[in-house]
């Protein structure tokens, strides 16, 4: 999808279908969500096809308040629209992101225990080395697609450092990964991808059993290892929890990574503001965050009949919340159209809120301040040389192709890399 300039929103709202990837290629959706902030904070989307309606929540302070509520709303029917509208999510009550309760905390201490400190730091080495290497090479080429050749290689290298993939492994697991995510990313069926998924949770199976005899410092090793109530874990929620690390973390990440260097190249100020160190790299990594709002959008379940603005929602309702309205709420956010790195305080949600709070998001921040770090030490600035393409999606936003030229430093690259 080229990034040809996009049409504003309908006047008629209704005529936005939020569960059509067409709708984001399309349309500049800015003009329809400060309208559903200003006057329709609790929006019925309606039914489209076979599609049923659901709430569409755009306000901050709405979003945080569902993200929060575990009790009234469930992650268990699915929680994206994709699922929430379909068939439901096949994972549900073993996969961390739609499992609730008692089991879902267990099972997220589990997860959790595996990103200590020390691994955490280890990965975090490796991650600036990666990043380093991979940007080092582009400047001195002094081209390249910055989507394929630098940021797609970062975040499945750290996620498979993070679940301890044997390095002779790692290239059929990130072939296996594109073909199963590809169809993922455009909201389709494919039996290929569904082959591919297959044979993902199949390795995961055979790693789980050499971890089990031999355990290591990665996830794959905790998972295998740990008991929820004096049990051990099931196969089926080993090897699912280790897939959504790969599934939460790879198109997410790189989308921002690439998003950073789109945003700098369009406001030169900002470039200059961080080039000069005026701003850390950890401040601009927030504001690249809240400006990317890789995922547009999660979604609950109500199970307990409950109220929202004064209207009455029954239990059985899918309720969305819209991480990219909420991060340009003019009433959290000043100036919230604004690309500002040194914007204080930040508190967006992009990484959501609650119980479900990103389990990456530690990983994340070092994969995109490592980047911005990489740029500020290699290049004096940097611009889009070519088409850009968008990735089609209804829950992801983003670009998926981007032609940069850079300019080089004076000093020999090579010498900065480390
Ligand atoms: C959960 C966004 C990176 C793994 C979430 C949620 C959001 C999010 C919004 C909440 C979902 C919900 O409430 O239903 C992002 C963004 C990222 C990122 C924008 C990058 C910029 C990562 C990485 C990993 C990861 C690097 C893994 C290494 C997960 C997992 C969950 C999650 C496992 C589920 C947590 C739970 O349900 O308790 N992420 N994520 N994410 N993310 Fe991330």
Redesign the pocket.
């Known amino acids: 999808m080229e990034d040809l300039p996009r049409r504003a929103t309908p006047d008629d709202l209704s005529r936005v279908n939020l569960g059509d990837p067409q709708t984001f290629a399309d349309h500049d959706l800015s003009d329809y969500w400060r309208t559903l902030r200003a006057s329709r904070p609790l929006y019925r989307h309606p039914a489209v096809g076979n599609s049923p309606g659901f709430w569409v929540l755009s306000r901050y302070d709405d979003i945080v308040a569902l ?1 929060r509520d575990n009790t009234t709303f469930t ?1 268990e029917r699915g ?2 629209l994709i699922t929430l509208l379909g068939e439901g999510d096949s994972a549900a009550g073993l996969m ?4 609730d309760g008692h089991r ?1 905390k267990e099972l ?1 201490n589990v ?1 959790l225990q595996a990103f200590s400190p020390r691994v955490l730091s280890r990965i975090g080495e490796h991650v600036r080395r990666t990043t380093r290497t991979l940007l080092a090479a582009a400047v001195d080429r002094g081209a390249c697609d910055f989507a394929l050749e630098v940021a797609s290689k970062i ?1 499945m290298a ?2 498979c450092d ?1 679940l301890g993939i044997p390095p002779q492994d790692r290239d059929y697991l990130l072939t296996l990964t594109k073909s199963a995510i590809s169809s993922d990313d455009q909201g389709e069926y494919s039996e290929a991808a569904d082959a591919a998924r297959n044979n993902i949770l199949q390795y995961f199976l055979g790693l789980v059993e050499e971890r089990r005899i031999a355990p290591q410092d990665d996830v794959v090793s905790v998972l295998a290892n740990s008991t929820i109530d004096g049990e051990p874990l099931s196969e089926d929620e080993i090897v699912l ?1 280790c897939y ?2 790969i ?4 198109a ?2 790189r ?2 990574m690439i998003d950073a260097v789109h945003s700098f190249s369009a406001n030169l100020d900002q470039w200059a503001a961080f080039k000069s160190g005026e701003v850390s790299a950890k401040q601009a990594t927030e504001e690249v ?1 809240r400006w ?4 547009m959008h ?3 379940t109500v199970v307990q009949d409950t109220e929202i603005h004064g209207t009455p929602i029954p239990a059985g309702d899918v309720v969305t919340v819209w ?1 990219v309205s909420g991060n340009r709420d003019e009433r959290v956010f000043a100036d919230p159209n604004r690309f500002l790195i040194d914007r204080s305080p930040n508190k967006h ?13 530690y ?2 921040r070092v ?2 301040s490592e980047m911005l770090l990489a740029l500020r030490d290699f290049t004096t600035g940097f611009e889009i040389s070519g088409p850009v393409h968008r990735i089609y999606s209804n829950l992801l936003t983003g670009i998926s192709s981007l032609p940069v030229r850079f300019e080089p430093v004076s000093a020999e690259v090579e010498e900065l890399v480390l």
């Open positions: 993200y992650s929680n994206v961390v992101p739609v499992t879902h997220r997860l975040p750290t996620i993070l929890n959504s690390l599934l939460g973390g790879d997410t990440s989308l921002a965050l990317a709002s890789p995922t999660f979604g609950r991480n949600i992009a990484f959501g809120h609650g119980p479900h709070y990103c389990i990456g998001a990983l994340a994969e995109i």
